[in-house]
T-cell receptor
């Protein structure tokens, strides 16, 4: 079953604009991770945020986490055509062992 | 580092045939995961191993599915007999023993069962 639900399911923006994707989850977590998947490829880890953190940055990526609302957001600033991909949030649940459960994903298209 | 290596990349087979998917994790990684990805169900965890031992196989859909990890550098996922609804992309992923759990994915095996 899906732990996380991403919103929106699809997003189309122009190059240079910012892209924001949201993720909601259901259980208490140890950490939340974001992954990118280019078409026909495997998933690639982007960034991890721990349950006791509220915000984290990595290059053009900014992730926030609100454990009270069980939600996270991924912001990609100054988007590029190469950012076109699907983005997934994934959670490690408290007491869930070592399982990483993925959300449904957001398809991002960045147009020139 | 070569990354997680999966084979075959593409497999087309007929219903009832046996399918074997293979995975070589990154050297030194203690955990290995098998996921299945479909449009309808997204990414589903099938099974994962720690130090070659199966820890949680609750995601394996039926007895037709089996997975083994005979050593630290090799794992197989077998479907016997295969059915059209097994058509999906199967991913293998591995990671080190750590509290955070960043996964490294292979490129996947796309299975089509006719």
């Amino acid at each position: 079953s899906q732990q996380g639900e991403e919103d929106p399911q699809a997003l189309s923006i122009q190059e240079g604009e910012n892209a924001t994707m949201n993720c909601s989850y259901k259980t208490s977590i140890n950490n939340l991770q974001w992954y990118r998947q280019n078409s026909g490829r495997g998933l690639v880890h982007l960034i991890l945020i721990r349950s006791n953190e509220r915000e984290k940055h990595s290059g053009r990526l900014r992730v926030t986490l609100d454990t009270s609302k069980k939600s996270s957001s991924l912001l990609i600033t100054a988007s590029r055509a190469a950012d076109t991909a699907s983005y997934f949030c994934a959670t490690v649940s408290t007491g869930g062992g070592n399982k990483l459960t993925f959300g449904t994903g957001t398809q991002l298209k960045v147009e020139l | 580092d070569a990354g997680v290596i999966q084979s075959p990349r593409h497999e087309v087979t007929e219903m009832g045939q046996e399918v074997t998917l293979r995975c070589k994790p990154i050297s030194g990684h203690d955990y290995l995961f098998w996921y299945r990805q479909t449009m309808m169900r997204g990414l589903e965890l099938l099974i994962y191993f720690n130090n070659n031992v199966p820890i949680d196989d609750s995601g394996m859909p039926e007895d037709r599915f089996s997975a083994k990890m005979p050593n630290a550098s090799f794992s197989t996922l077998k479907i016997q007999p295969s059915e059209p609804r097994d058509s999906a992309v199967y991913f293998c992923a591995s990671r080190r023993e750590s509290k955070t759990g960043e996964l490294f994915f292979g490129e996947g095996s796309r299975l089509t069962v006719l």
